[in-house]
């Protein structure tokens, strides 16, 4: 087989192949460029090596079980792609979740970014020699992991994000947590902006290397920092706002030339704006519905499902595989949908109905099964808008499951983007494009 | 190494077996094949909270002709495949092969038409690490695994290819 490039290559130019196996290309991607010494005159990009299958797995899968696979598309920032789904089913059944529920959404999406930001910009620094800065960046996650760990029981793969809500309450000591990692965050930022925004070879590397006009930006279907790096203001939570950004204050950082270096500045700016609307949570977010203090009273559970043999516990049970101890206490905090929520454990170890329910749940051709129809919801991801759709037949299984992934876009303009530019620019490009391989390829 | 008169292993030449394990397992030089999820957690692994330099395998190199250990970080698609043996290939003697996480290991949730079902179909495996993604605590301890593993290997003067 003959690539394009190989037909129009022109005579005494070299051909030269970057990746898939390049530290550049993240190792999912392939470029094949023709270089005139240095100078990039025609590129060819070939993606598609970590199809995994998302869509056709889908296909197959009820719509309870294809939420783990939510969480390895962009694995950056899971909890965006689990928002993004559930809400797209939550919009089909007609739920909303509870205002806890939803501000949990937000502090936790909140985080997901900084954390899709500072792994983007981390692996483009990187890339262009500050070793510094990728290991502060890294430093910084692993704070904000802290709290995904404590609240979510995982670092990365969560699935906590449920139909109706999210699967337990933050923990009782969970402000203290946000507030190390938002500090250390923005200590972080503070050292990284000393450290590259005015770096002169940092600076020769971006400033004005890989000029994207808003034009090309938006006939590519850009959206995200990348778009919003050449002006364009276009973000989903302001435009089309959903959960509750139409109550927070935040600005949207925009880009003035659309070069390397607007797209790594928009995103450094993102993560204050982020880490802002994380704190303004943290002060407007509603009171849980049961205190931490009852969760430690109670029957422990071998007591009550032996008591409940004979006849129903009027104690309550202490713990449950919820991470906090009883969770059917919270349950009207953070989650709401009758057909589509699991039951609390208490119940389903305790009485018939709660068992039944549960059983109901996870059968197969039961479960969570929307009407009839198609629904399309698009929320902000790491790298902009990350759209589902869905089109269900009325079974528990969808039909067919698309899934708008925002680098996608992004990565396609890539050959446009670098011709005529030499070939050393091809790493920050690429780098502050923020390719995702999970993604990008589905 | 056998004794040429009595063909038993003789005492200089196990001690000298061991001080090659010894110098071998803290000096490895690792080549990560990142391609998915798990990228992520050998990235904390790799840096300083968890810092895998504590126990002399930081040096990363990027180029395979360089690395004693090849690390498969995430999903193996049957495009990829073709890669991934071209990178082994290329590897010289002597050298591991860490399966990292469940998609290395044996193709994890994704059990579709598109994903090789564990690299061991391709290439040799020493270490399998489990998890979806693993932790970095699990990574560190499979990797004095694999250390161990080293230290008890016998070495040989002239480099012969693994048997198998």
Not at chain 1, 42 to 56: A, D, Q, T, V
Not at chain 1, 205 to 212: E, F, G, P, Q, W
Not at chain 1, 269 to 279: A, C, H, I
């Amino acid at each position: 087989m003959k690539y394009r490039i190989q037909q129009e290559a022109r005579e005494g130019t070299m051909l030269i192949n970057m990746g898939p196996s390049h530290p550049a290309m993240h190792g999912t991607t392939r470029v094949m460029l023709e270089l005139d010494g240095e100078k990039i005159i025609n590129c060819e990009l070939e993606m598609g090596y970590l199809h995994r299958g998302f869509e056709k797995i889908c296909e197959n899968k009820t719509f309870f079980n294809m939420l783990i696979y939510t969480d390895r598309m962009n694995y950056v920032s899971p909890l965006i792609n689990n928002t993004g789904y559930v809400m797209t089913l939550e919009k089909m059944l007609g739920i909303e979740a509870p205002e806890r529920a939803q501000y949990i959404r937000v502090i936790l999406n909140e985080f997901s970014r900084v954390c899709d930001h500072l792994t983007a910009l981390a692996a483009m620094c990187m890339e262009c020699g500050a070793f510094t800065v990728f290991l502060y960046m890294m430093k910084a996650r692993e704070y904000i992991w802290d709290l995904m760990e404590q609240t979510t029981g995982a670092r990365m793969t969560t699935s906590f994000i449920r139909v109706g809500g999210v699967r337990s309450d933050f923990p009782s000591d969970w402000k203290k947590t946000t507030r190390i990692a938002i500090d250390e965050t923005r200590k972080v930022l503070k050292d990284c902006h000393g450290l590259m925004s005015k770096n002169k070879i940092f600076l020769n590397r971006t400033r004005d290397v890989a000029i994207v006009t808003s034009e090309l930006a938006i006939n590519y279907g850009w959206t995200g920092p990348c778009l919003r790096s050449t002006g364009v203001n276009y973000d989903v939570r302001k435009a089309f706002p959903y959960l509750v950004y139409d109550q927070l204050e935040f600005e949207i950082p925009l880009g003035e030339r659309g070069d390397n270096f607007d797209r790594y500045m928009v995103r450094m700016q993102e993560m204050e704006q982020s880490l802002r609307m994380v704190e303004q949570c943290m002060a407007k977010i509603p009171k849980p519905s049961s205190s931490s203090e009852s969760v430690t009273k109670g029957l422990e559970p071998a007591e009550a499902i032996k008591a409940s043999r004979t006849k129903k516990p009027e104690e309550r049970i202490k713990l449950s595989p919820n991470l906090e101890g009883t969770e059917k206490e919270k349950y009207p905090g953070i989650l709401s949908g009758k057909k589509c929520i699991v039951p609390p454990k208490e119940d389903t170890y305790t009485n018939i109905e709660g068992l039944i329910s549960h059983f109901k749940l996870f059968m197969r051709g039961h479960g969570i099964r929307p009407p009839k129809g198609e629904a399309y919801f698009a929320v902000e991801g790491g790298s902009g808008e990350l759209g589902f759709y869905i089109i269900s037949d009325g079974t528990d299984k969808p039909y067919r499951l698309h899934l708008r992934a925002p680098c996608f876009h992004i990565v396609a303009a890539l050959e446009e983007i670098v011709r005529g530019n030499y070939l050393a620019d091809i790493i920050p490009t690429f780098g502050s494009m923020n390719m995702i391989g999970g993604e990008l390829d589905r | 190494m056998k004794h040429k008169k009595d063909g038993k292993v003789g005492f200089i030449t196990t001690t000298f077996n061991s001080m090659l394990g010894w110098g071998r397992k803290f000096s490895l030089y690792q080549y990560p094949f990142i391609t998915a999820c798990c990228g992520m957690e050998y990235m904390s692994a790799a840096c300083a909270h968890y810092d895998l330099d504590r126990f002399g395998m930081g040096w990363t190199r990027f180029t395979p002709r360089q690395a004693d250990m090849l690390l498969v970080v995430g999903t193996i698609s049957h495009k990829e495949a073709p890669v991934l043996r071209t990178v082994y290939d290329q590897m010289t003697e002597p050298k591991w092969v860490v399966a990292f996480g469940a998609c290395a290991v044996s193709g994890g949730i994704y059990d579709n038409y598109a994903v090789v079902q564990g690299i061991d179909r391709i290439i040799p495996v020493d270490v399998y690490i489990p998890g979806c993604p693993p932790r970095p605590e699990t990574i560190i301890n499979a990797l004095i695994k694999l250390q161990e593993k080293i230290q008890k290997e016998g070495h040989e003067w002239r480099f012969q290819k693994k048997k198998s």
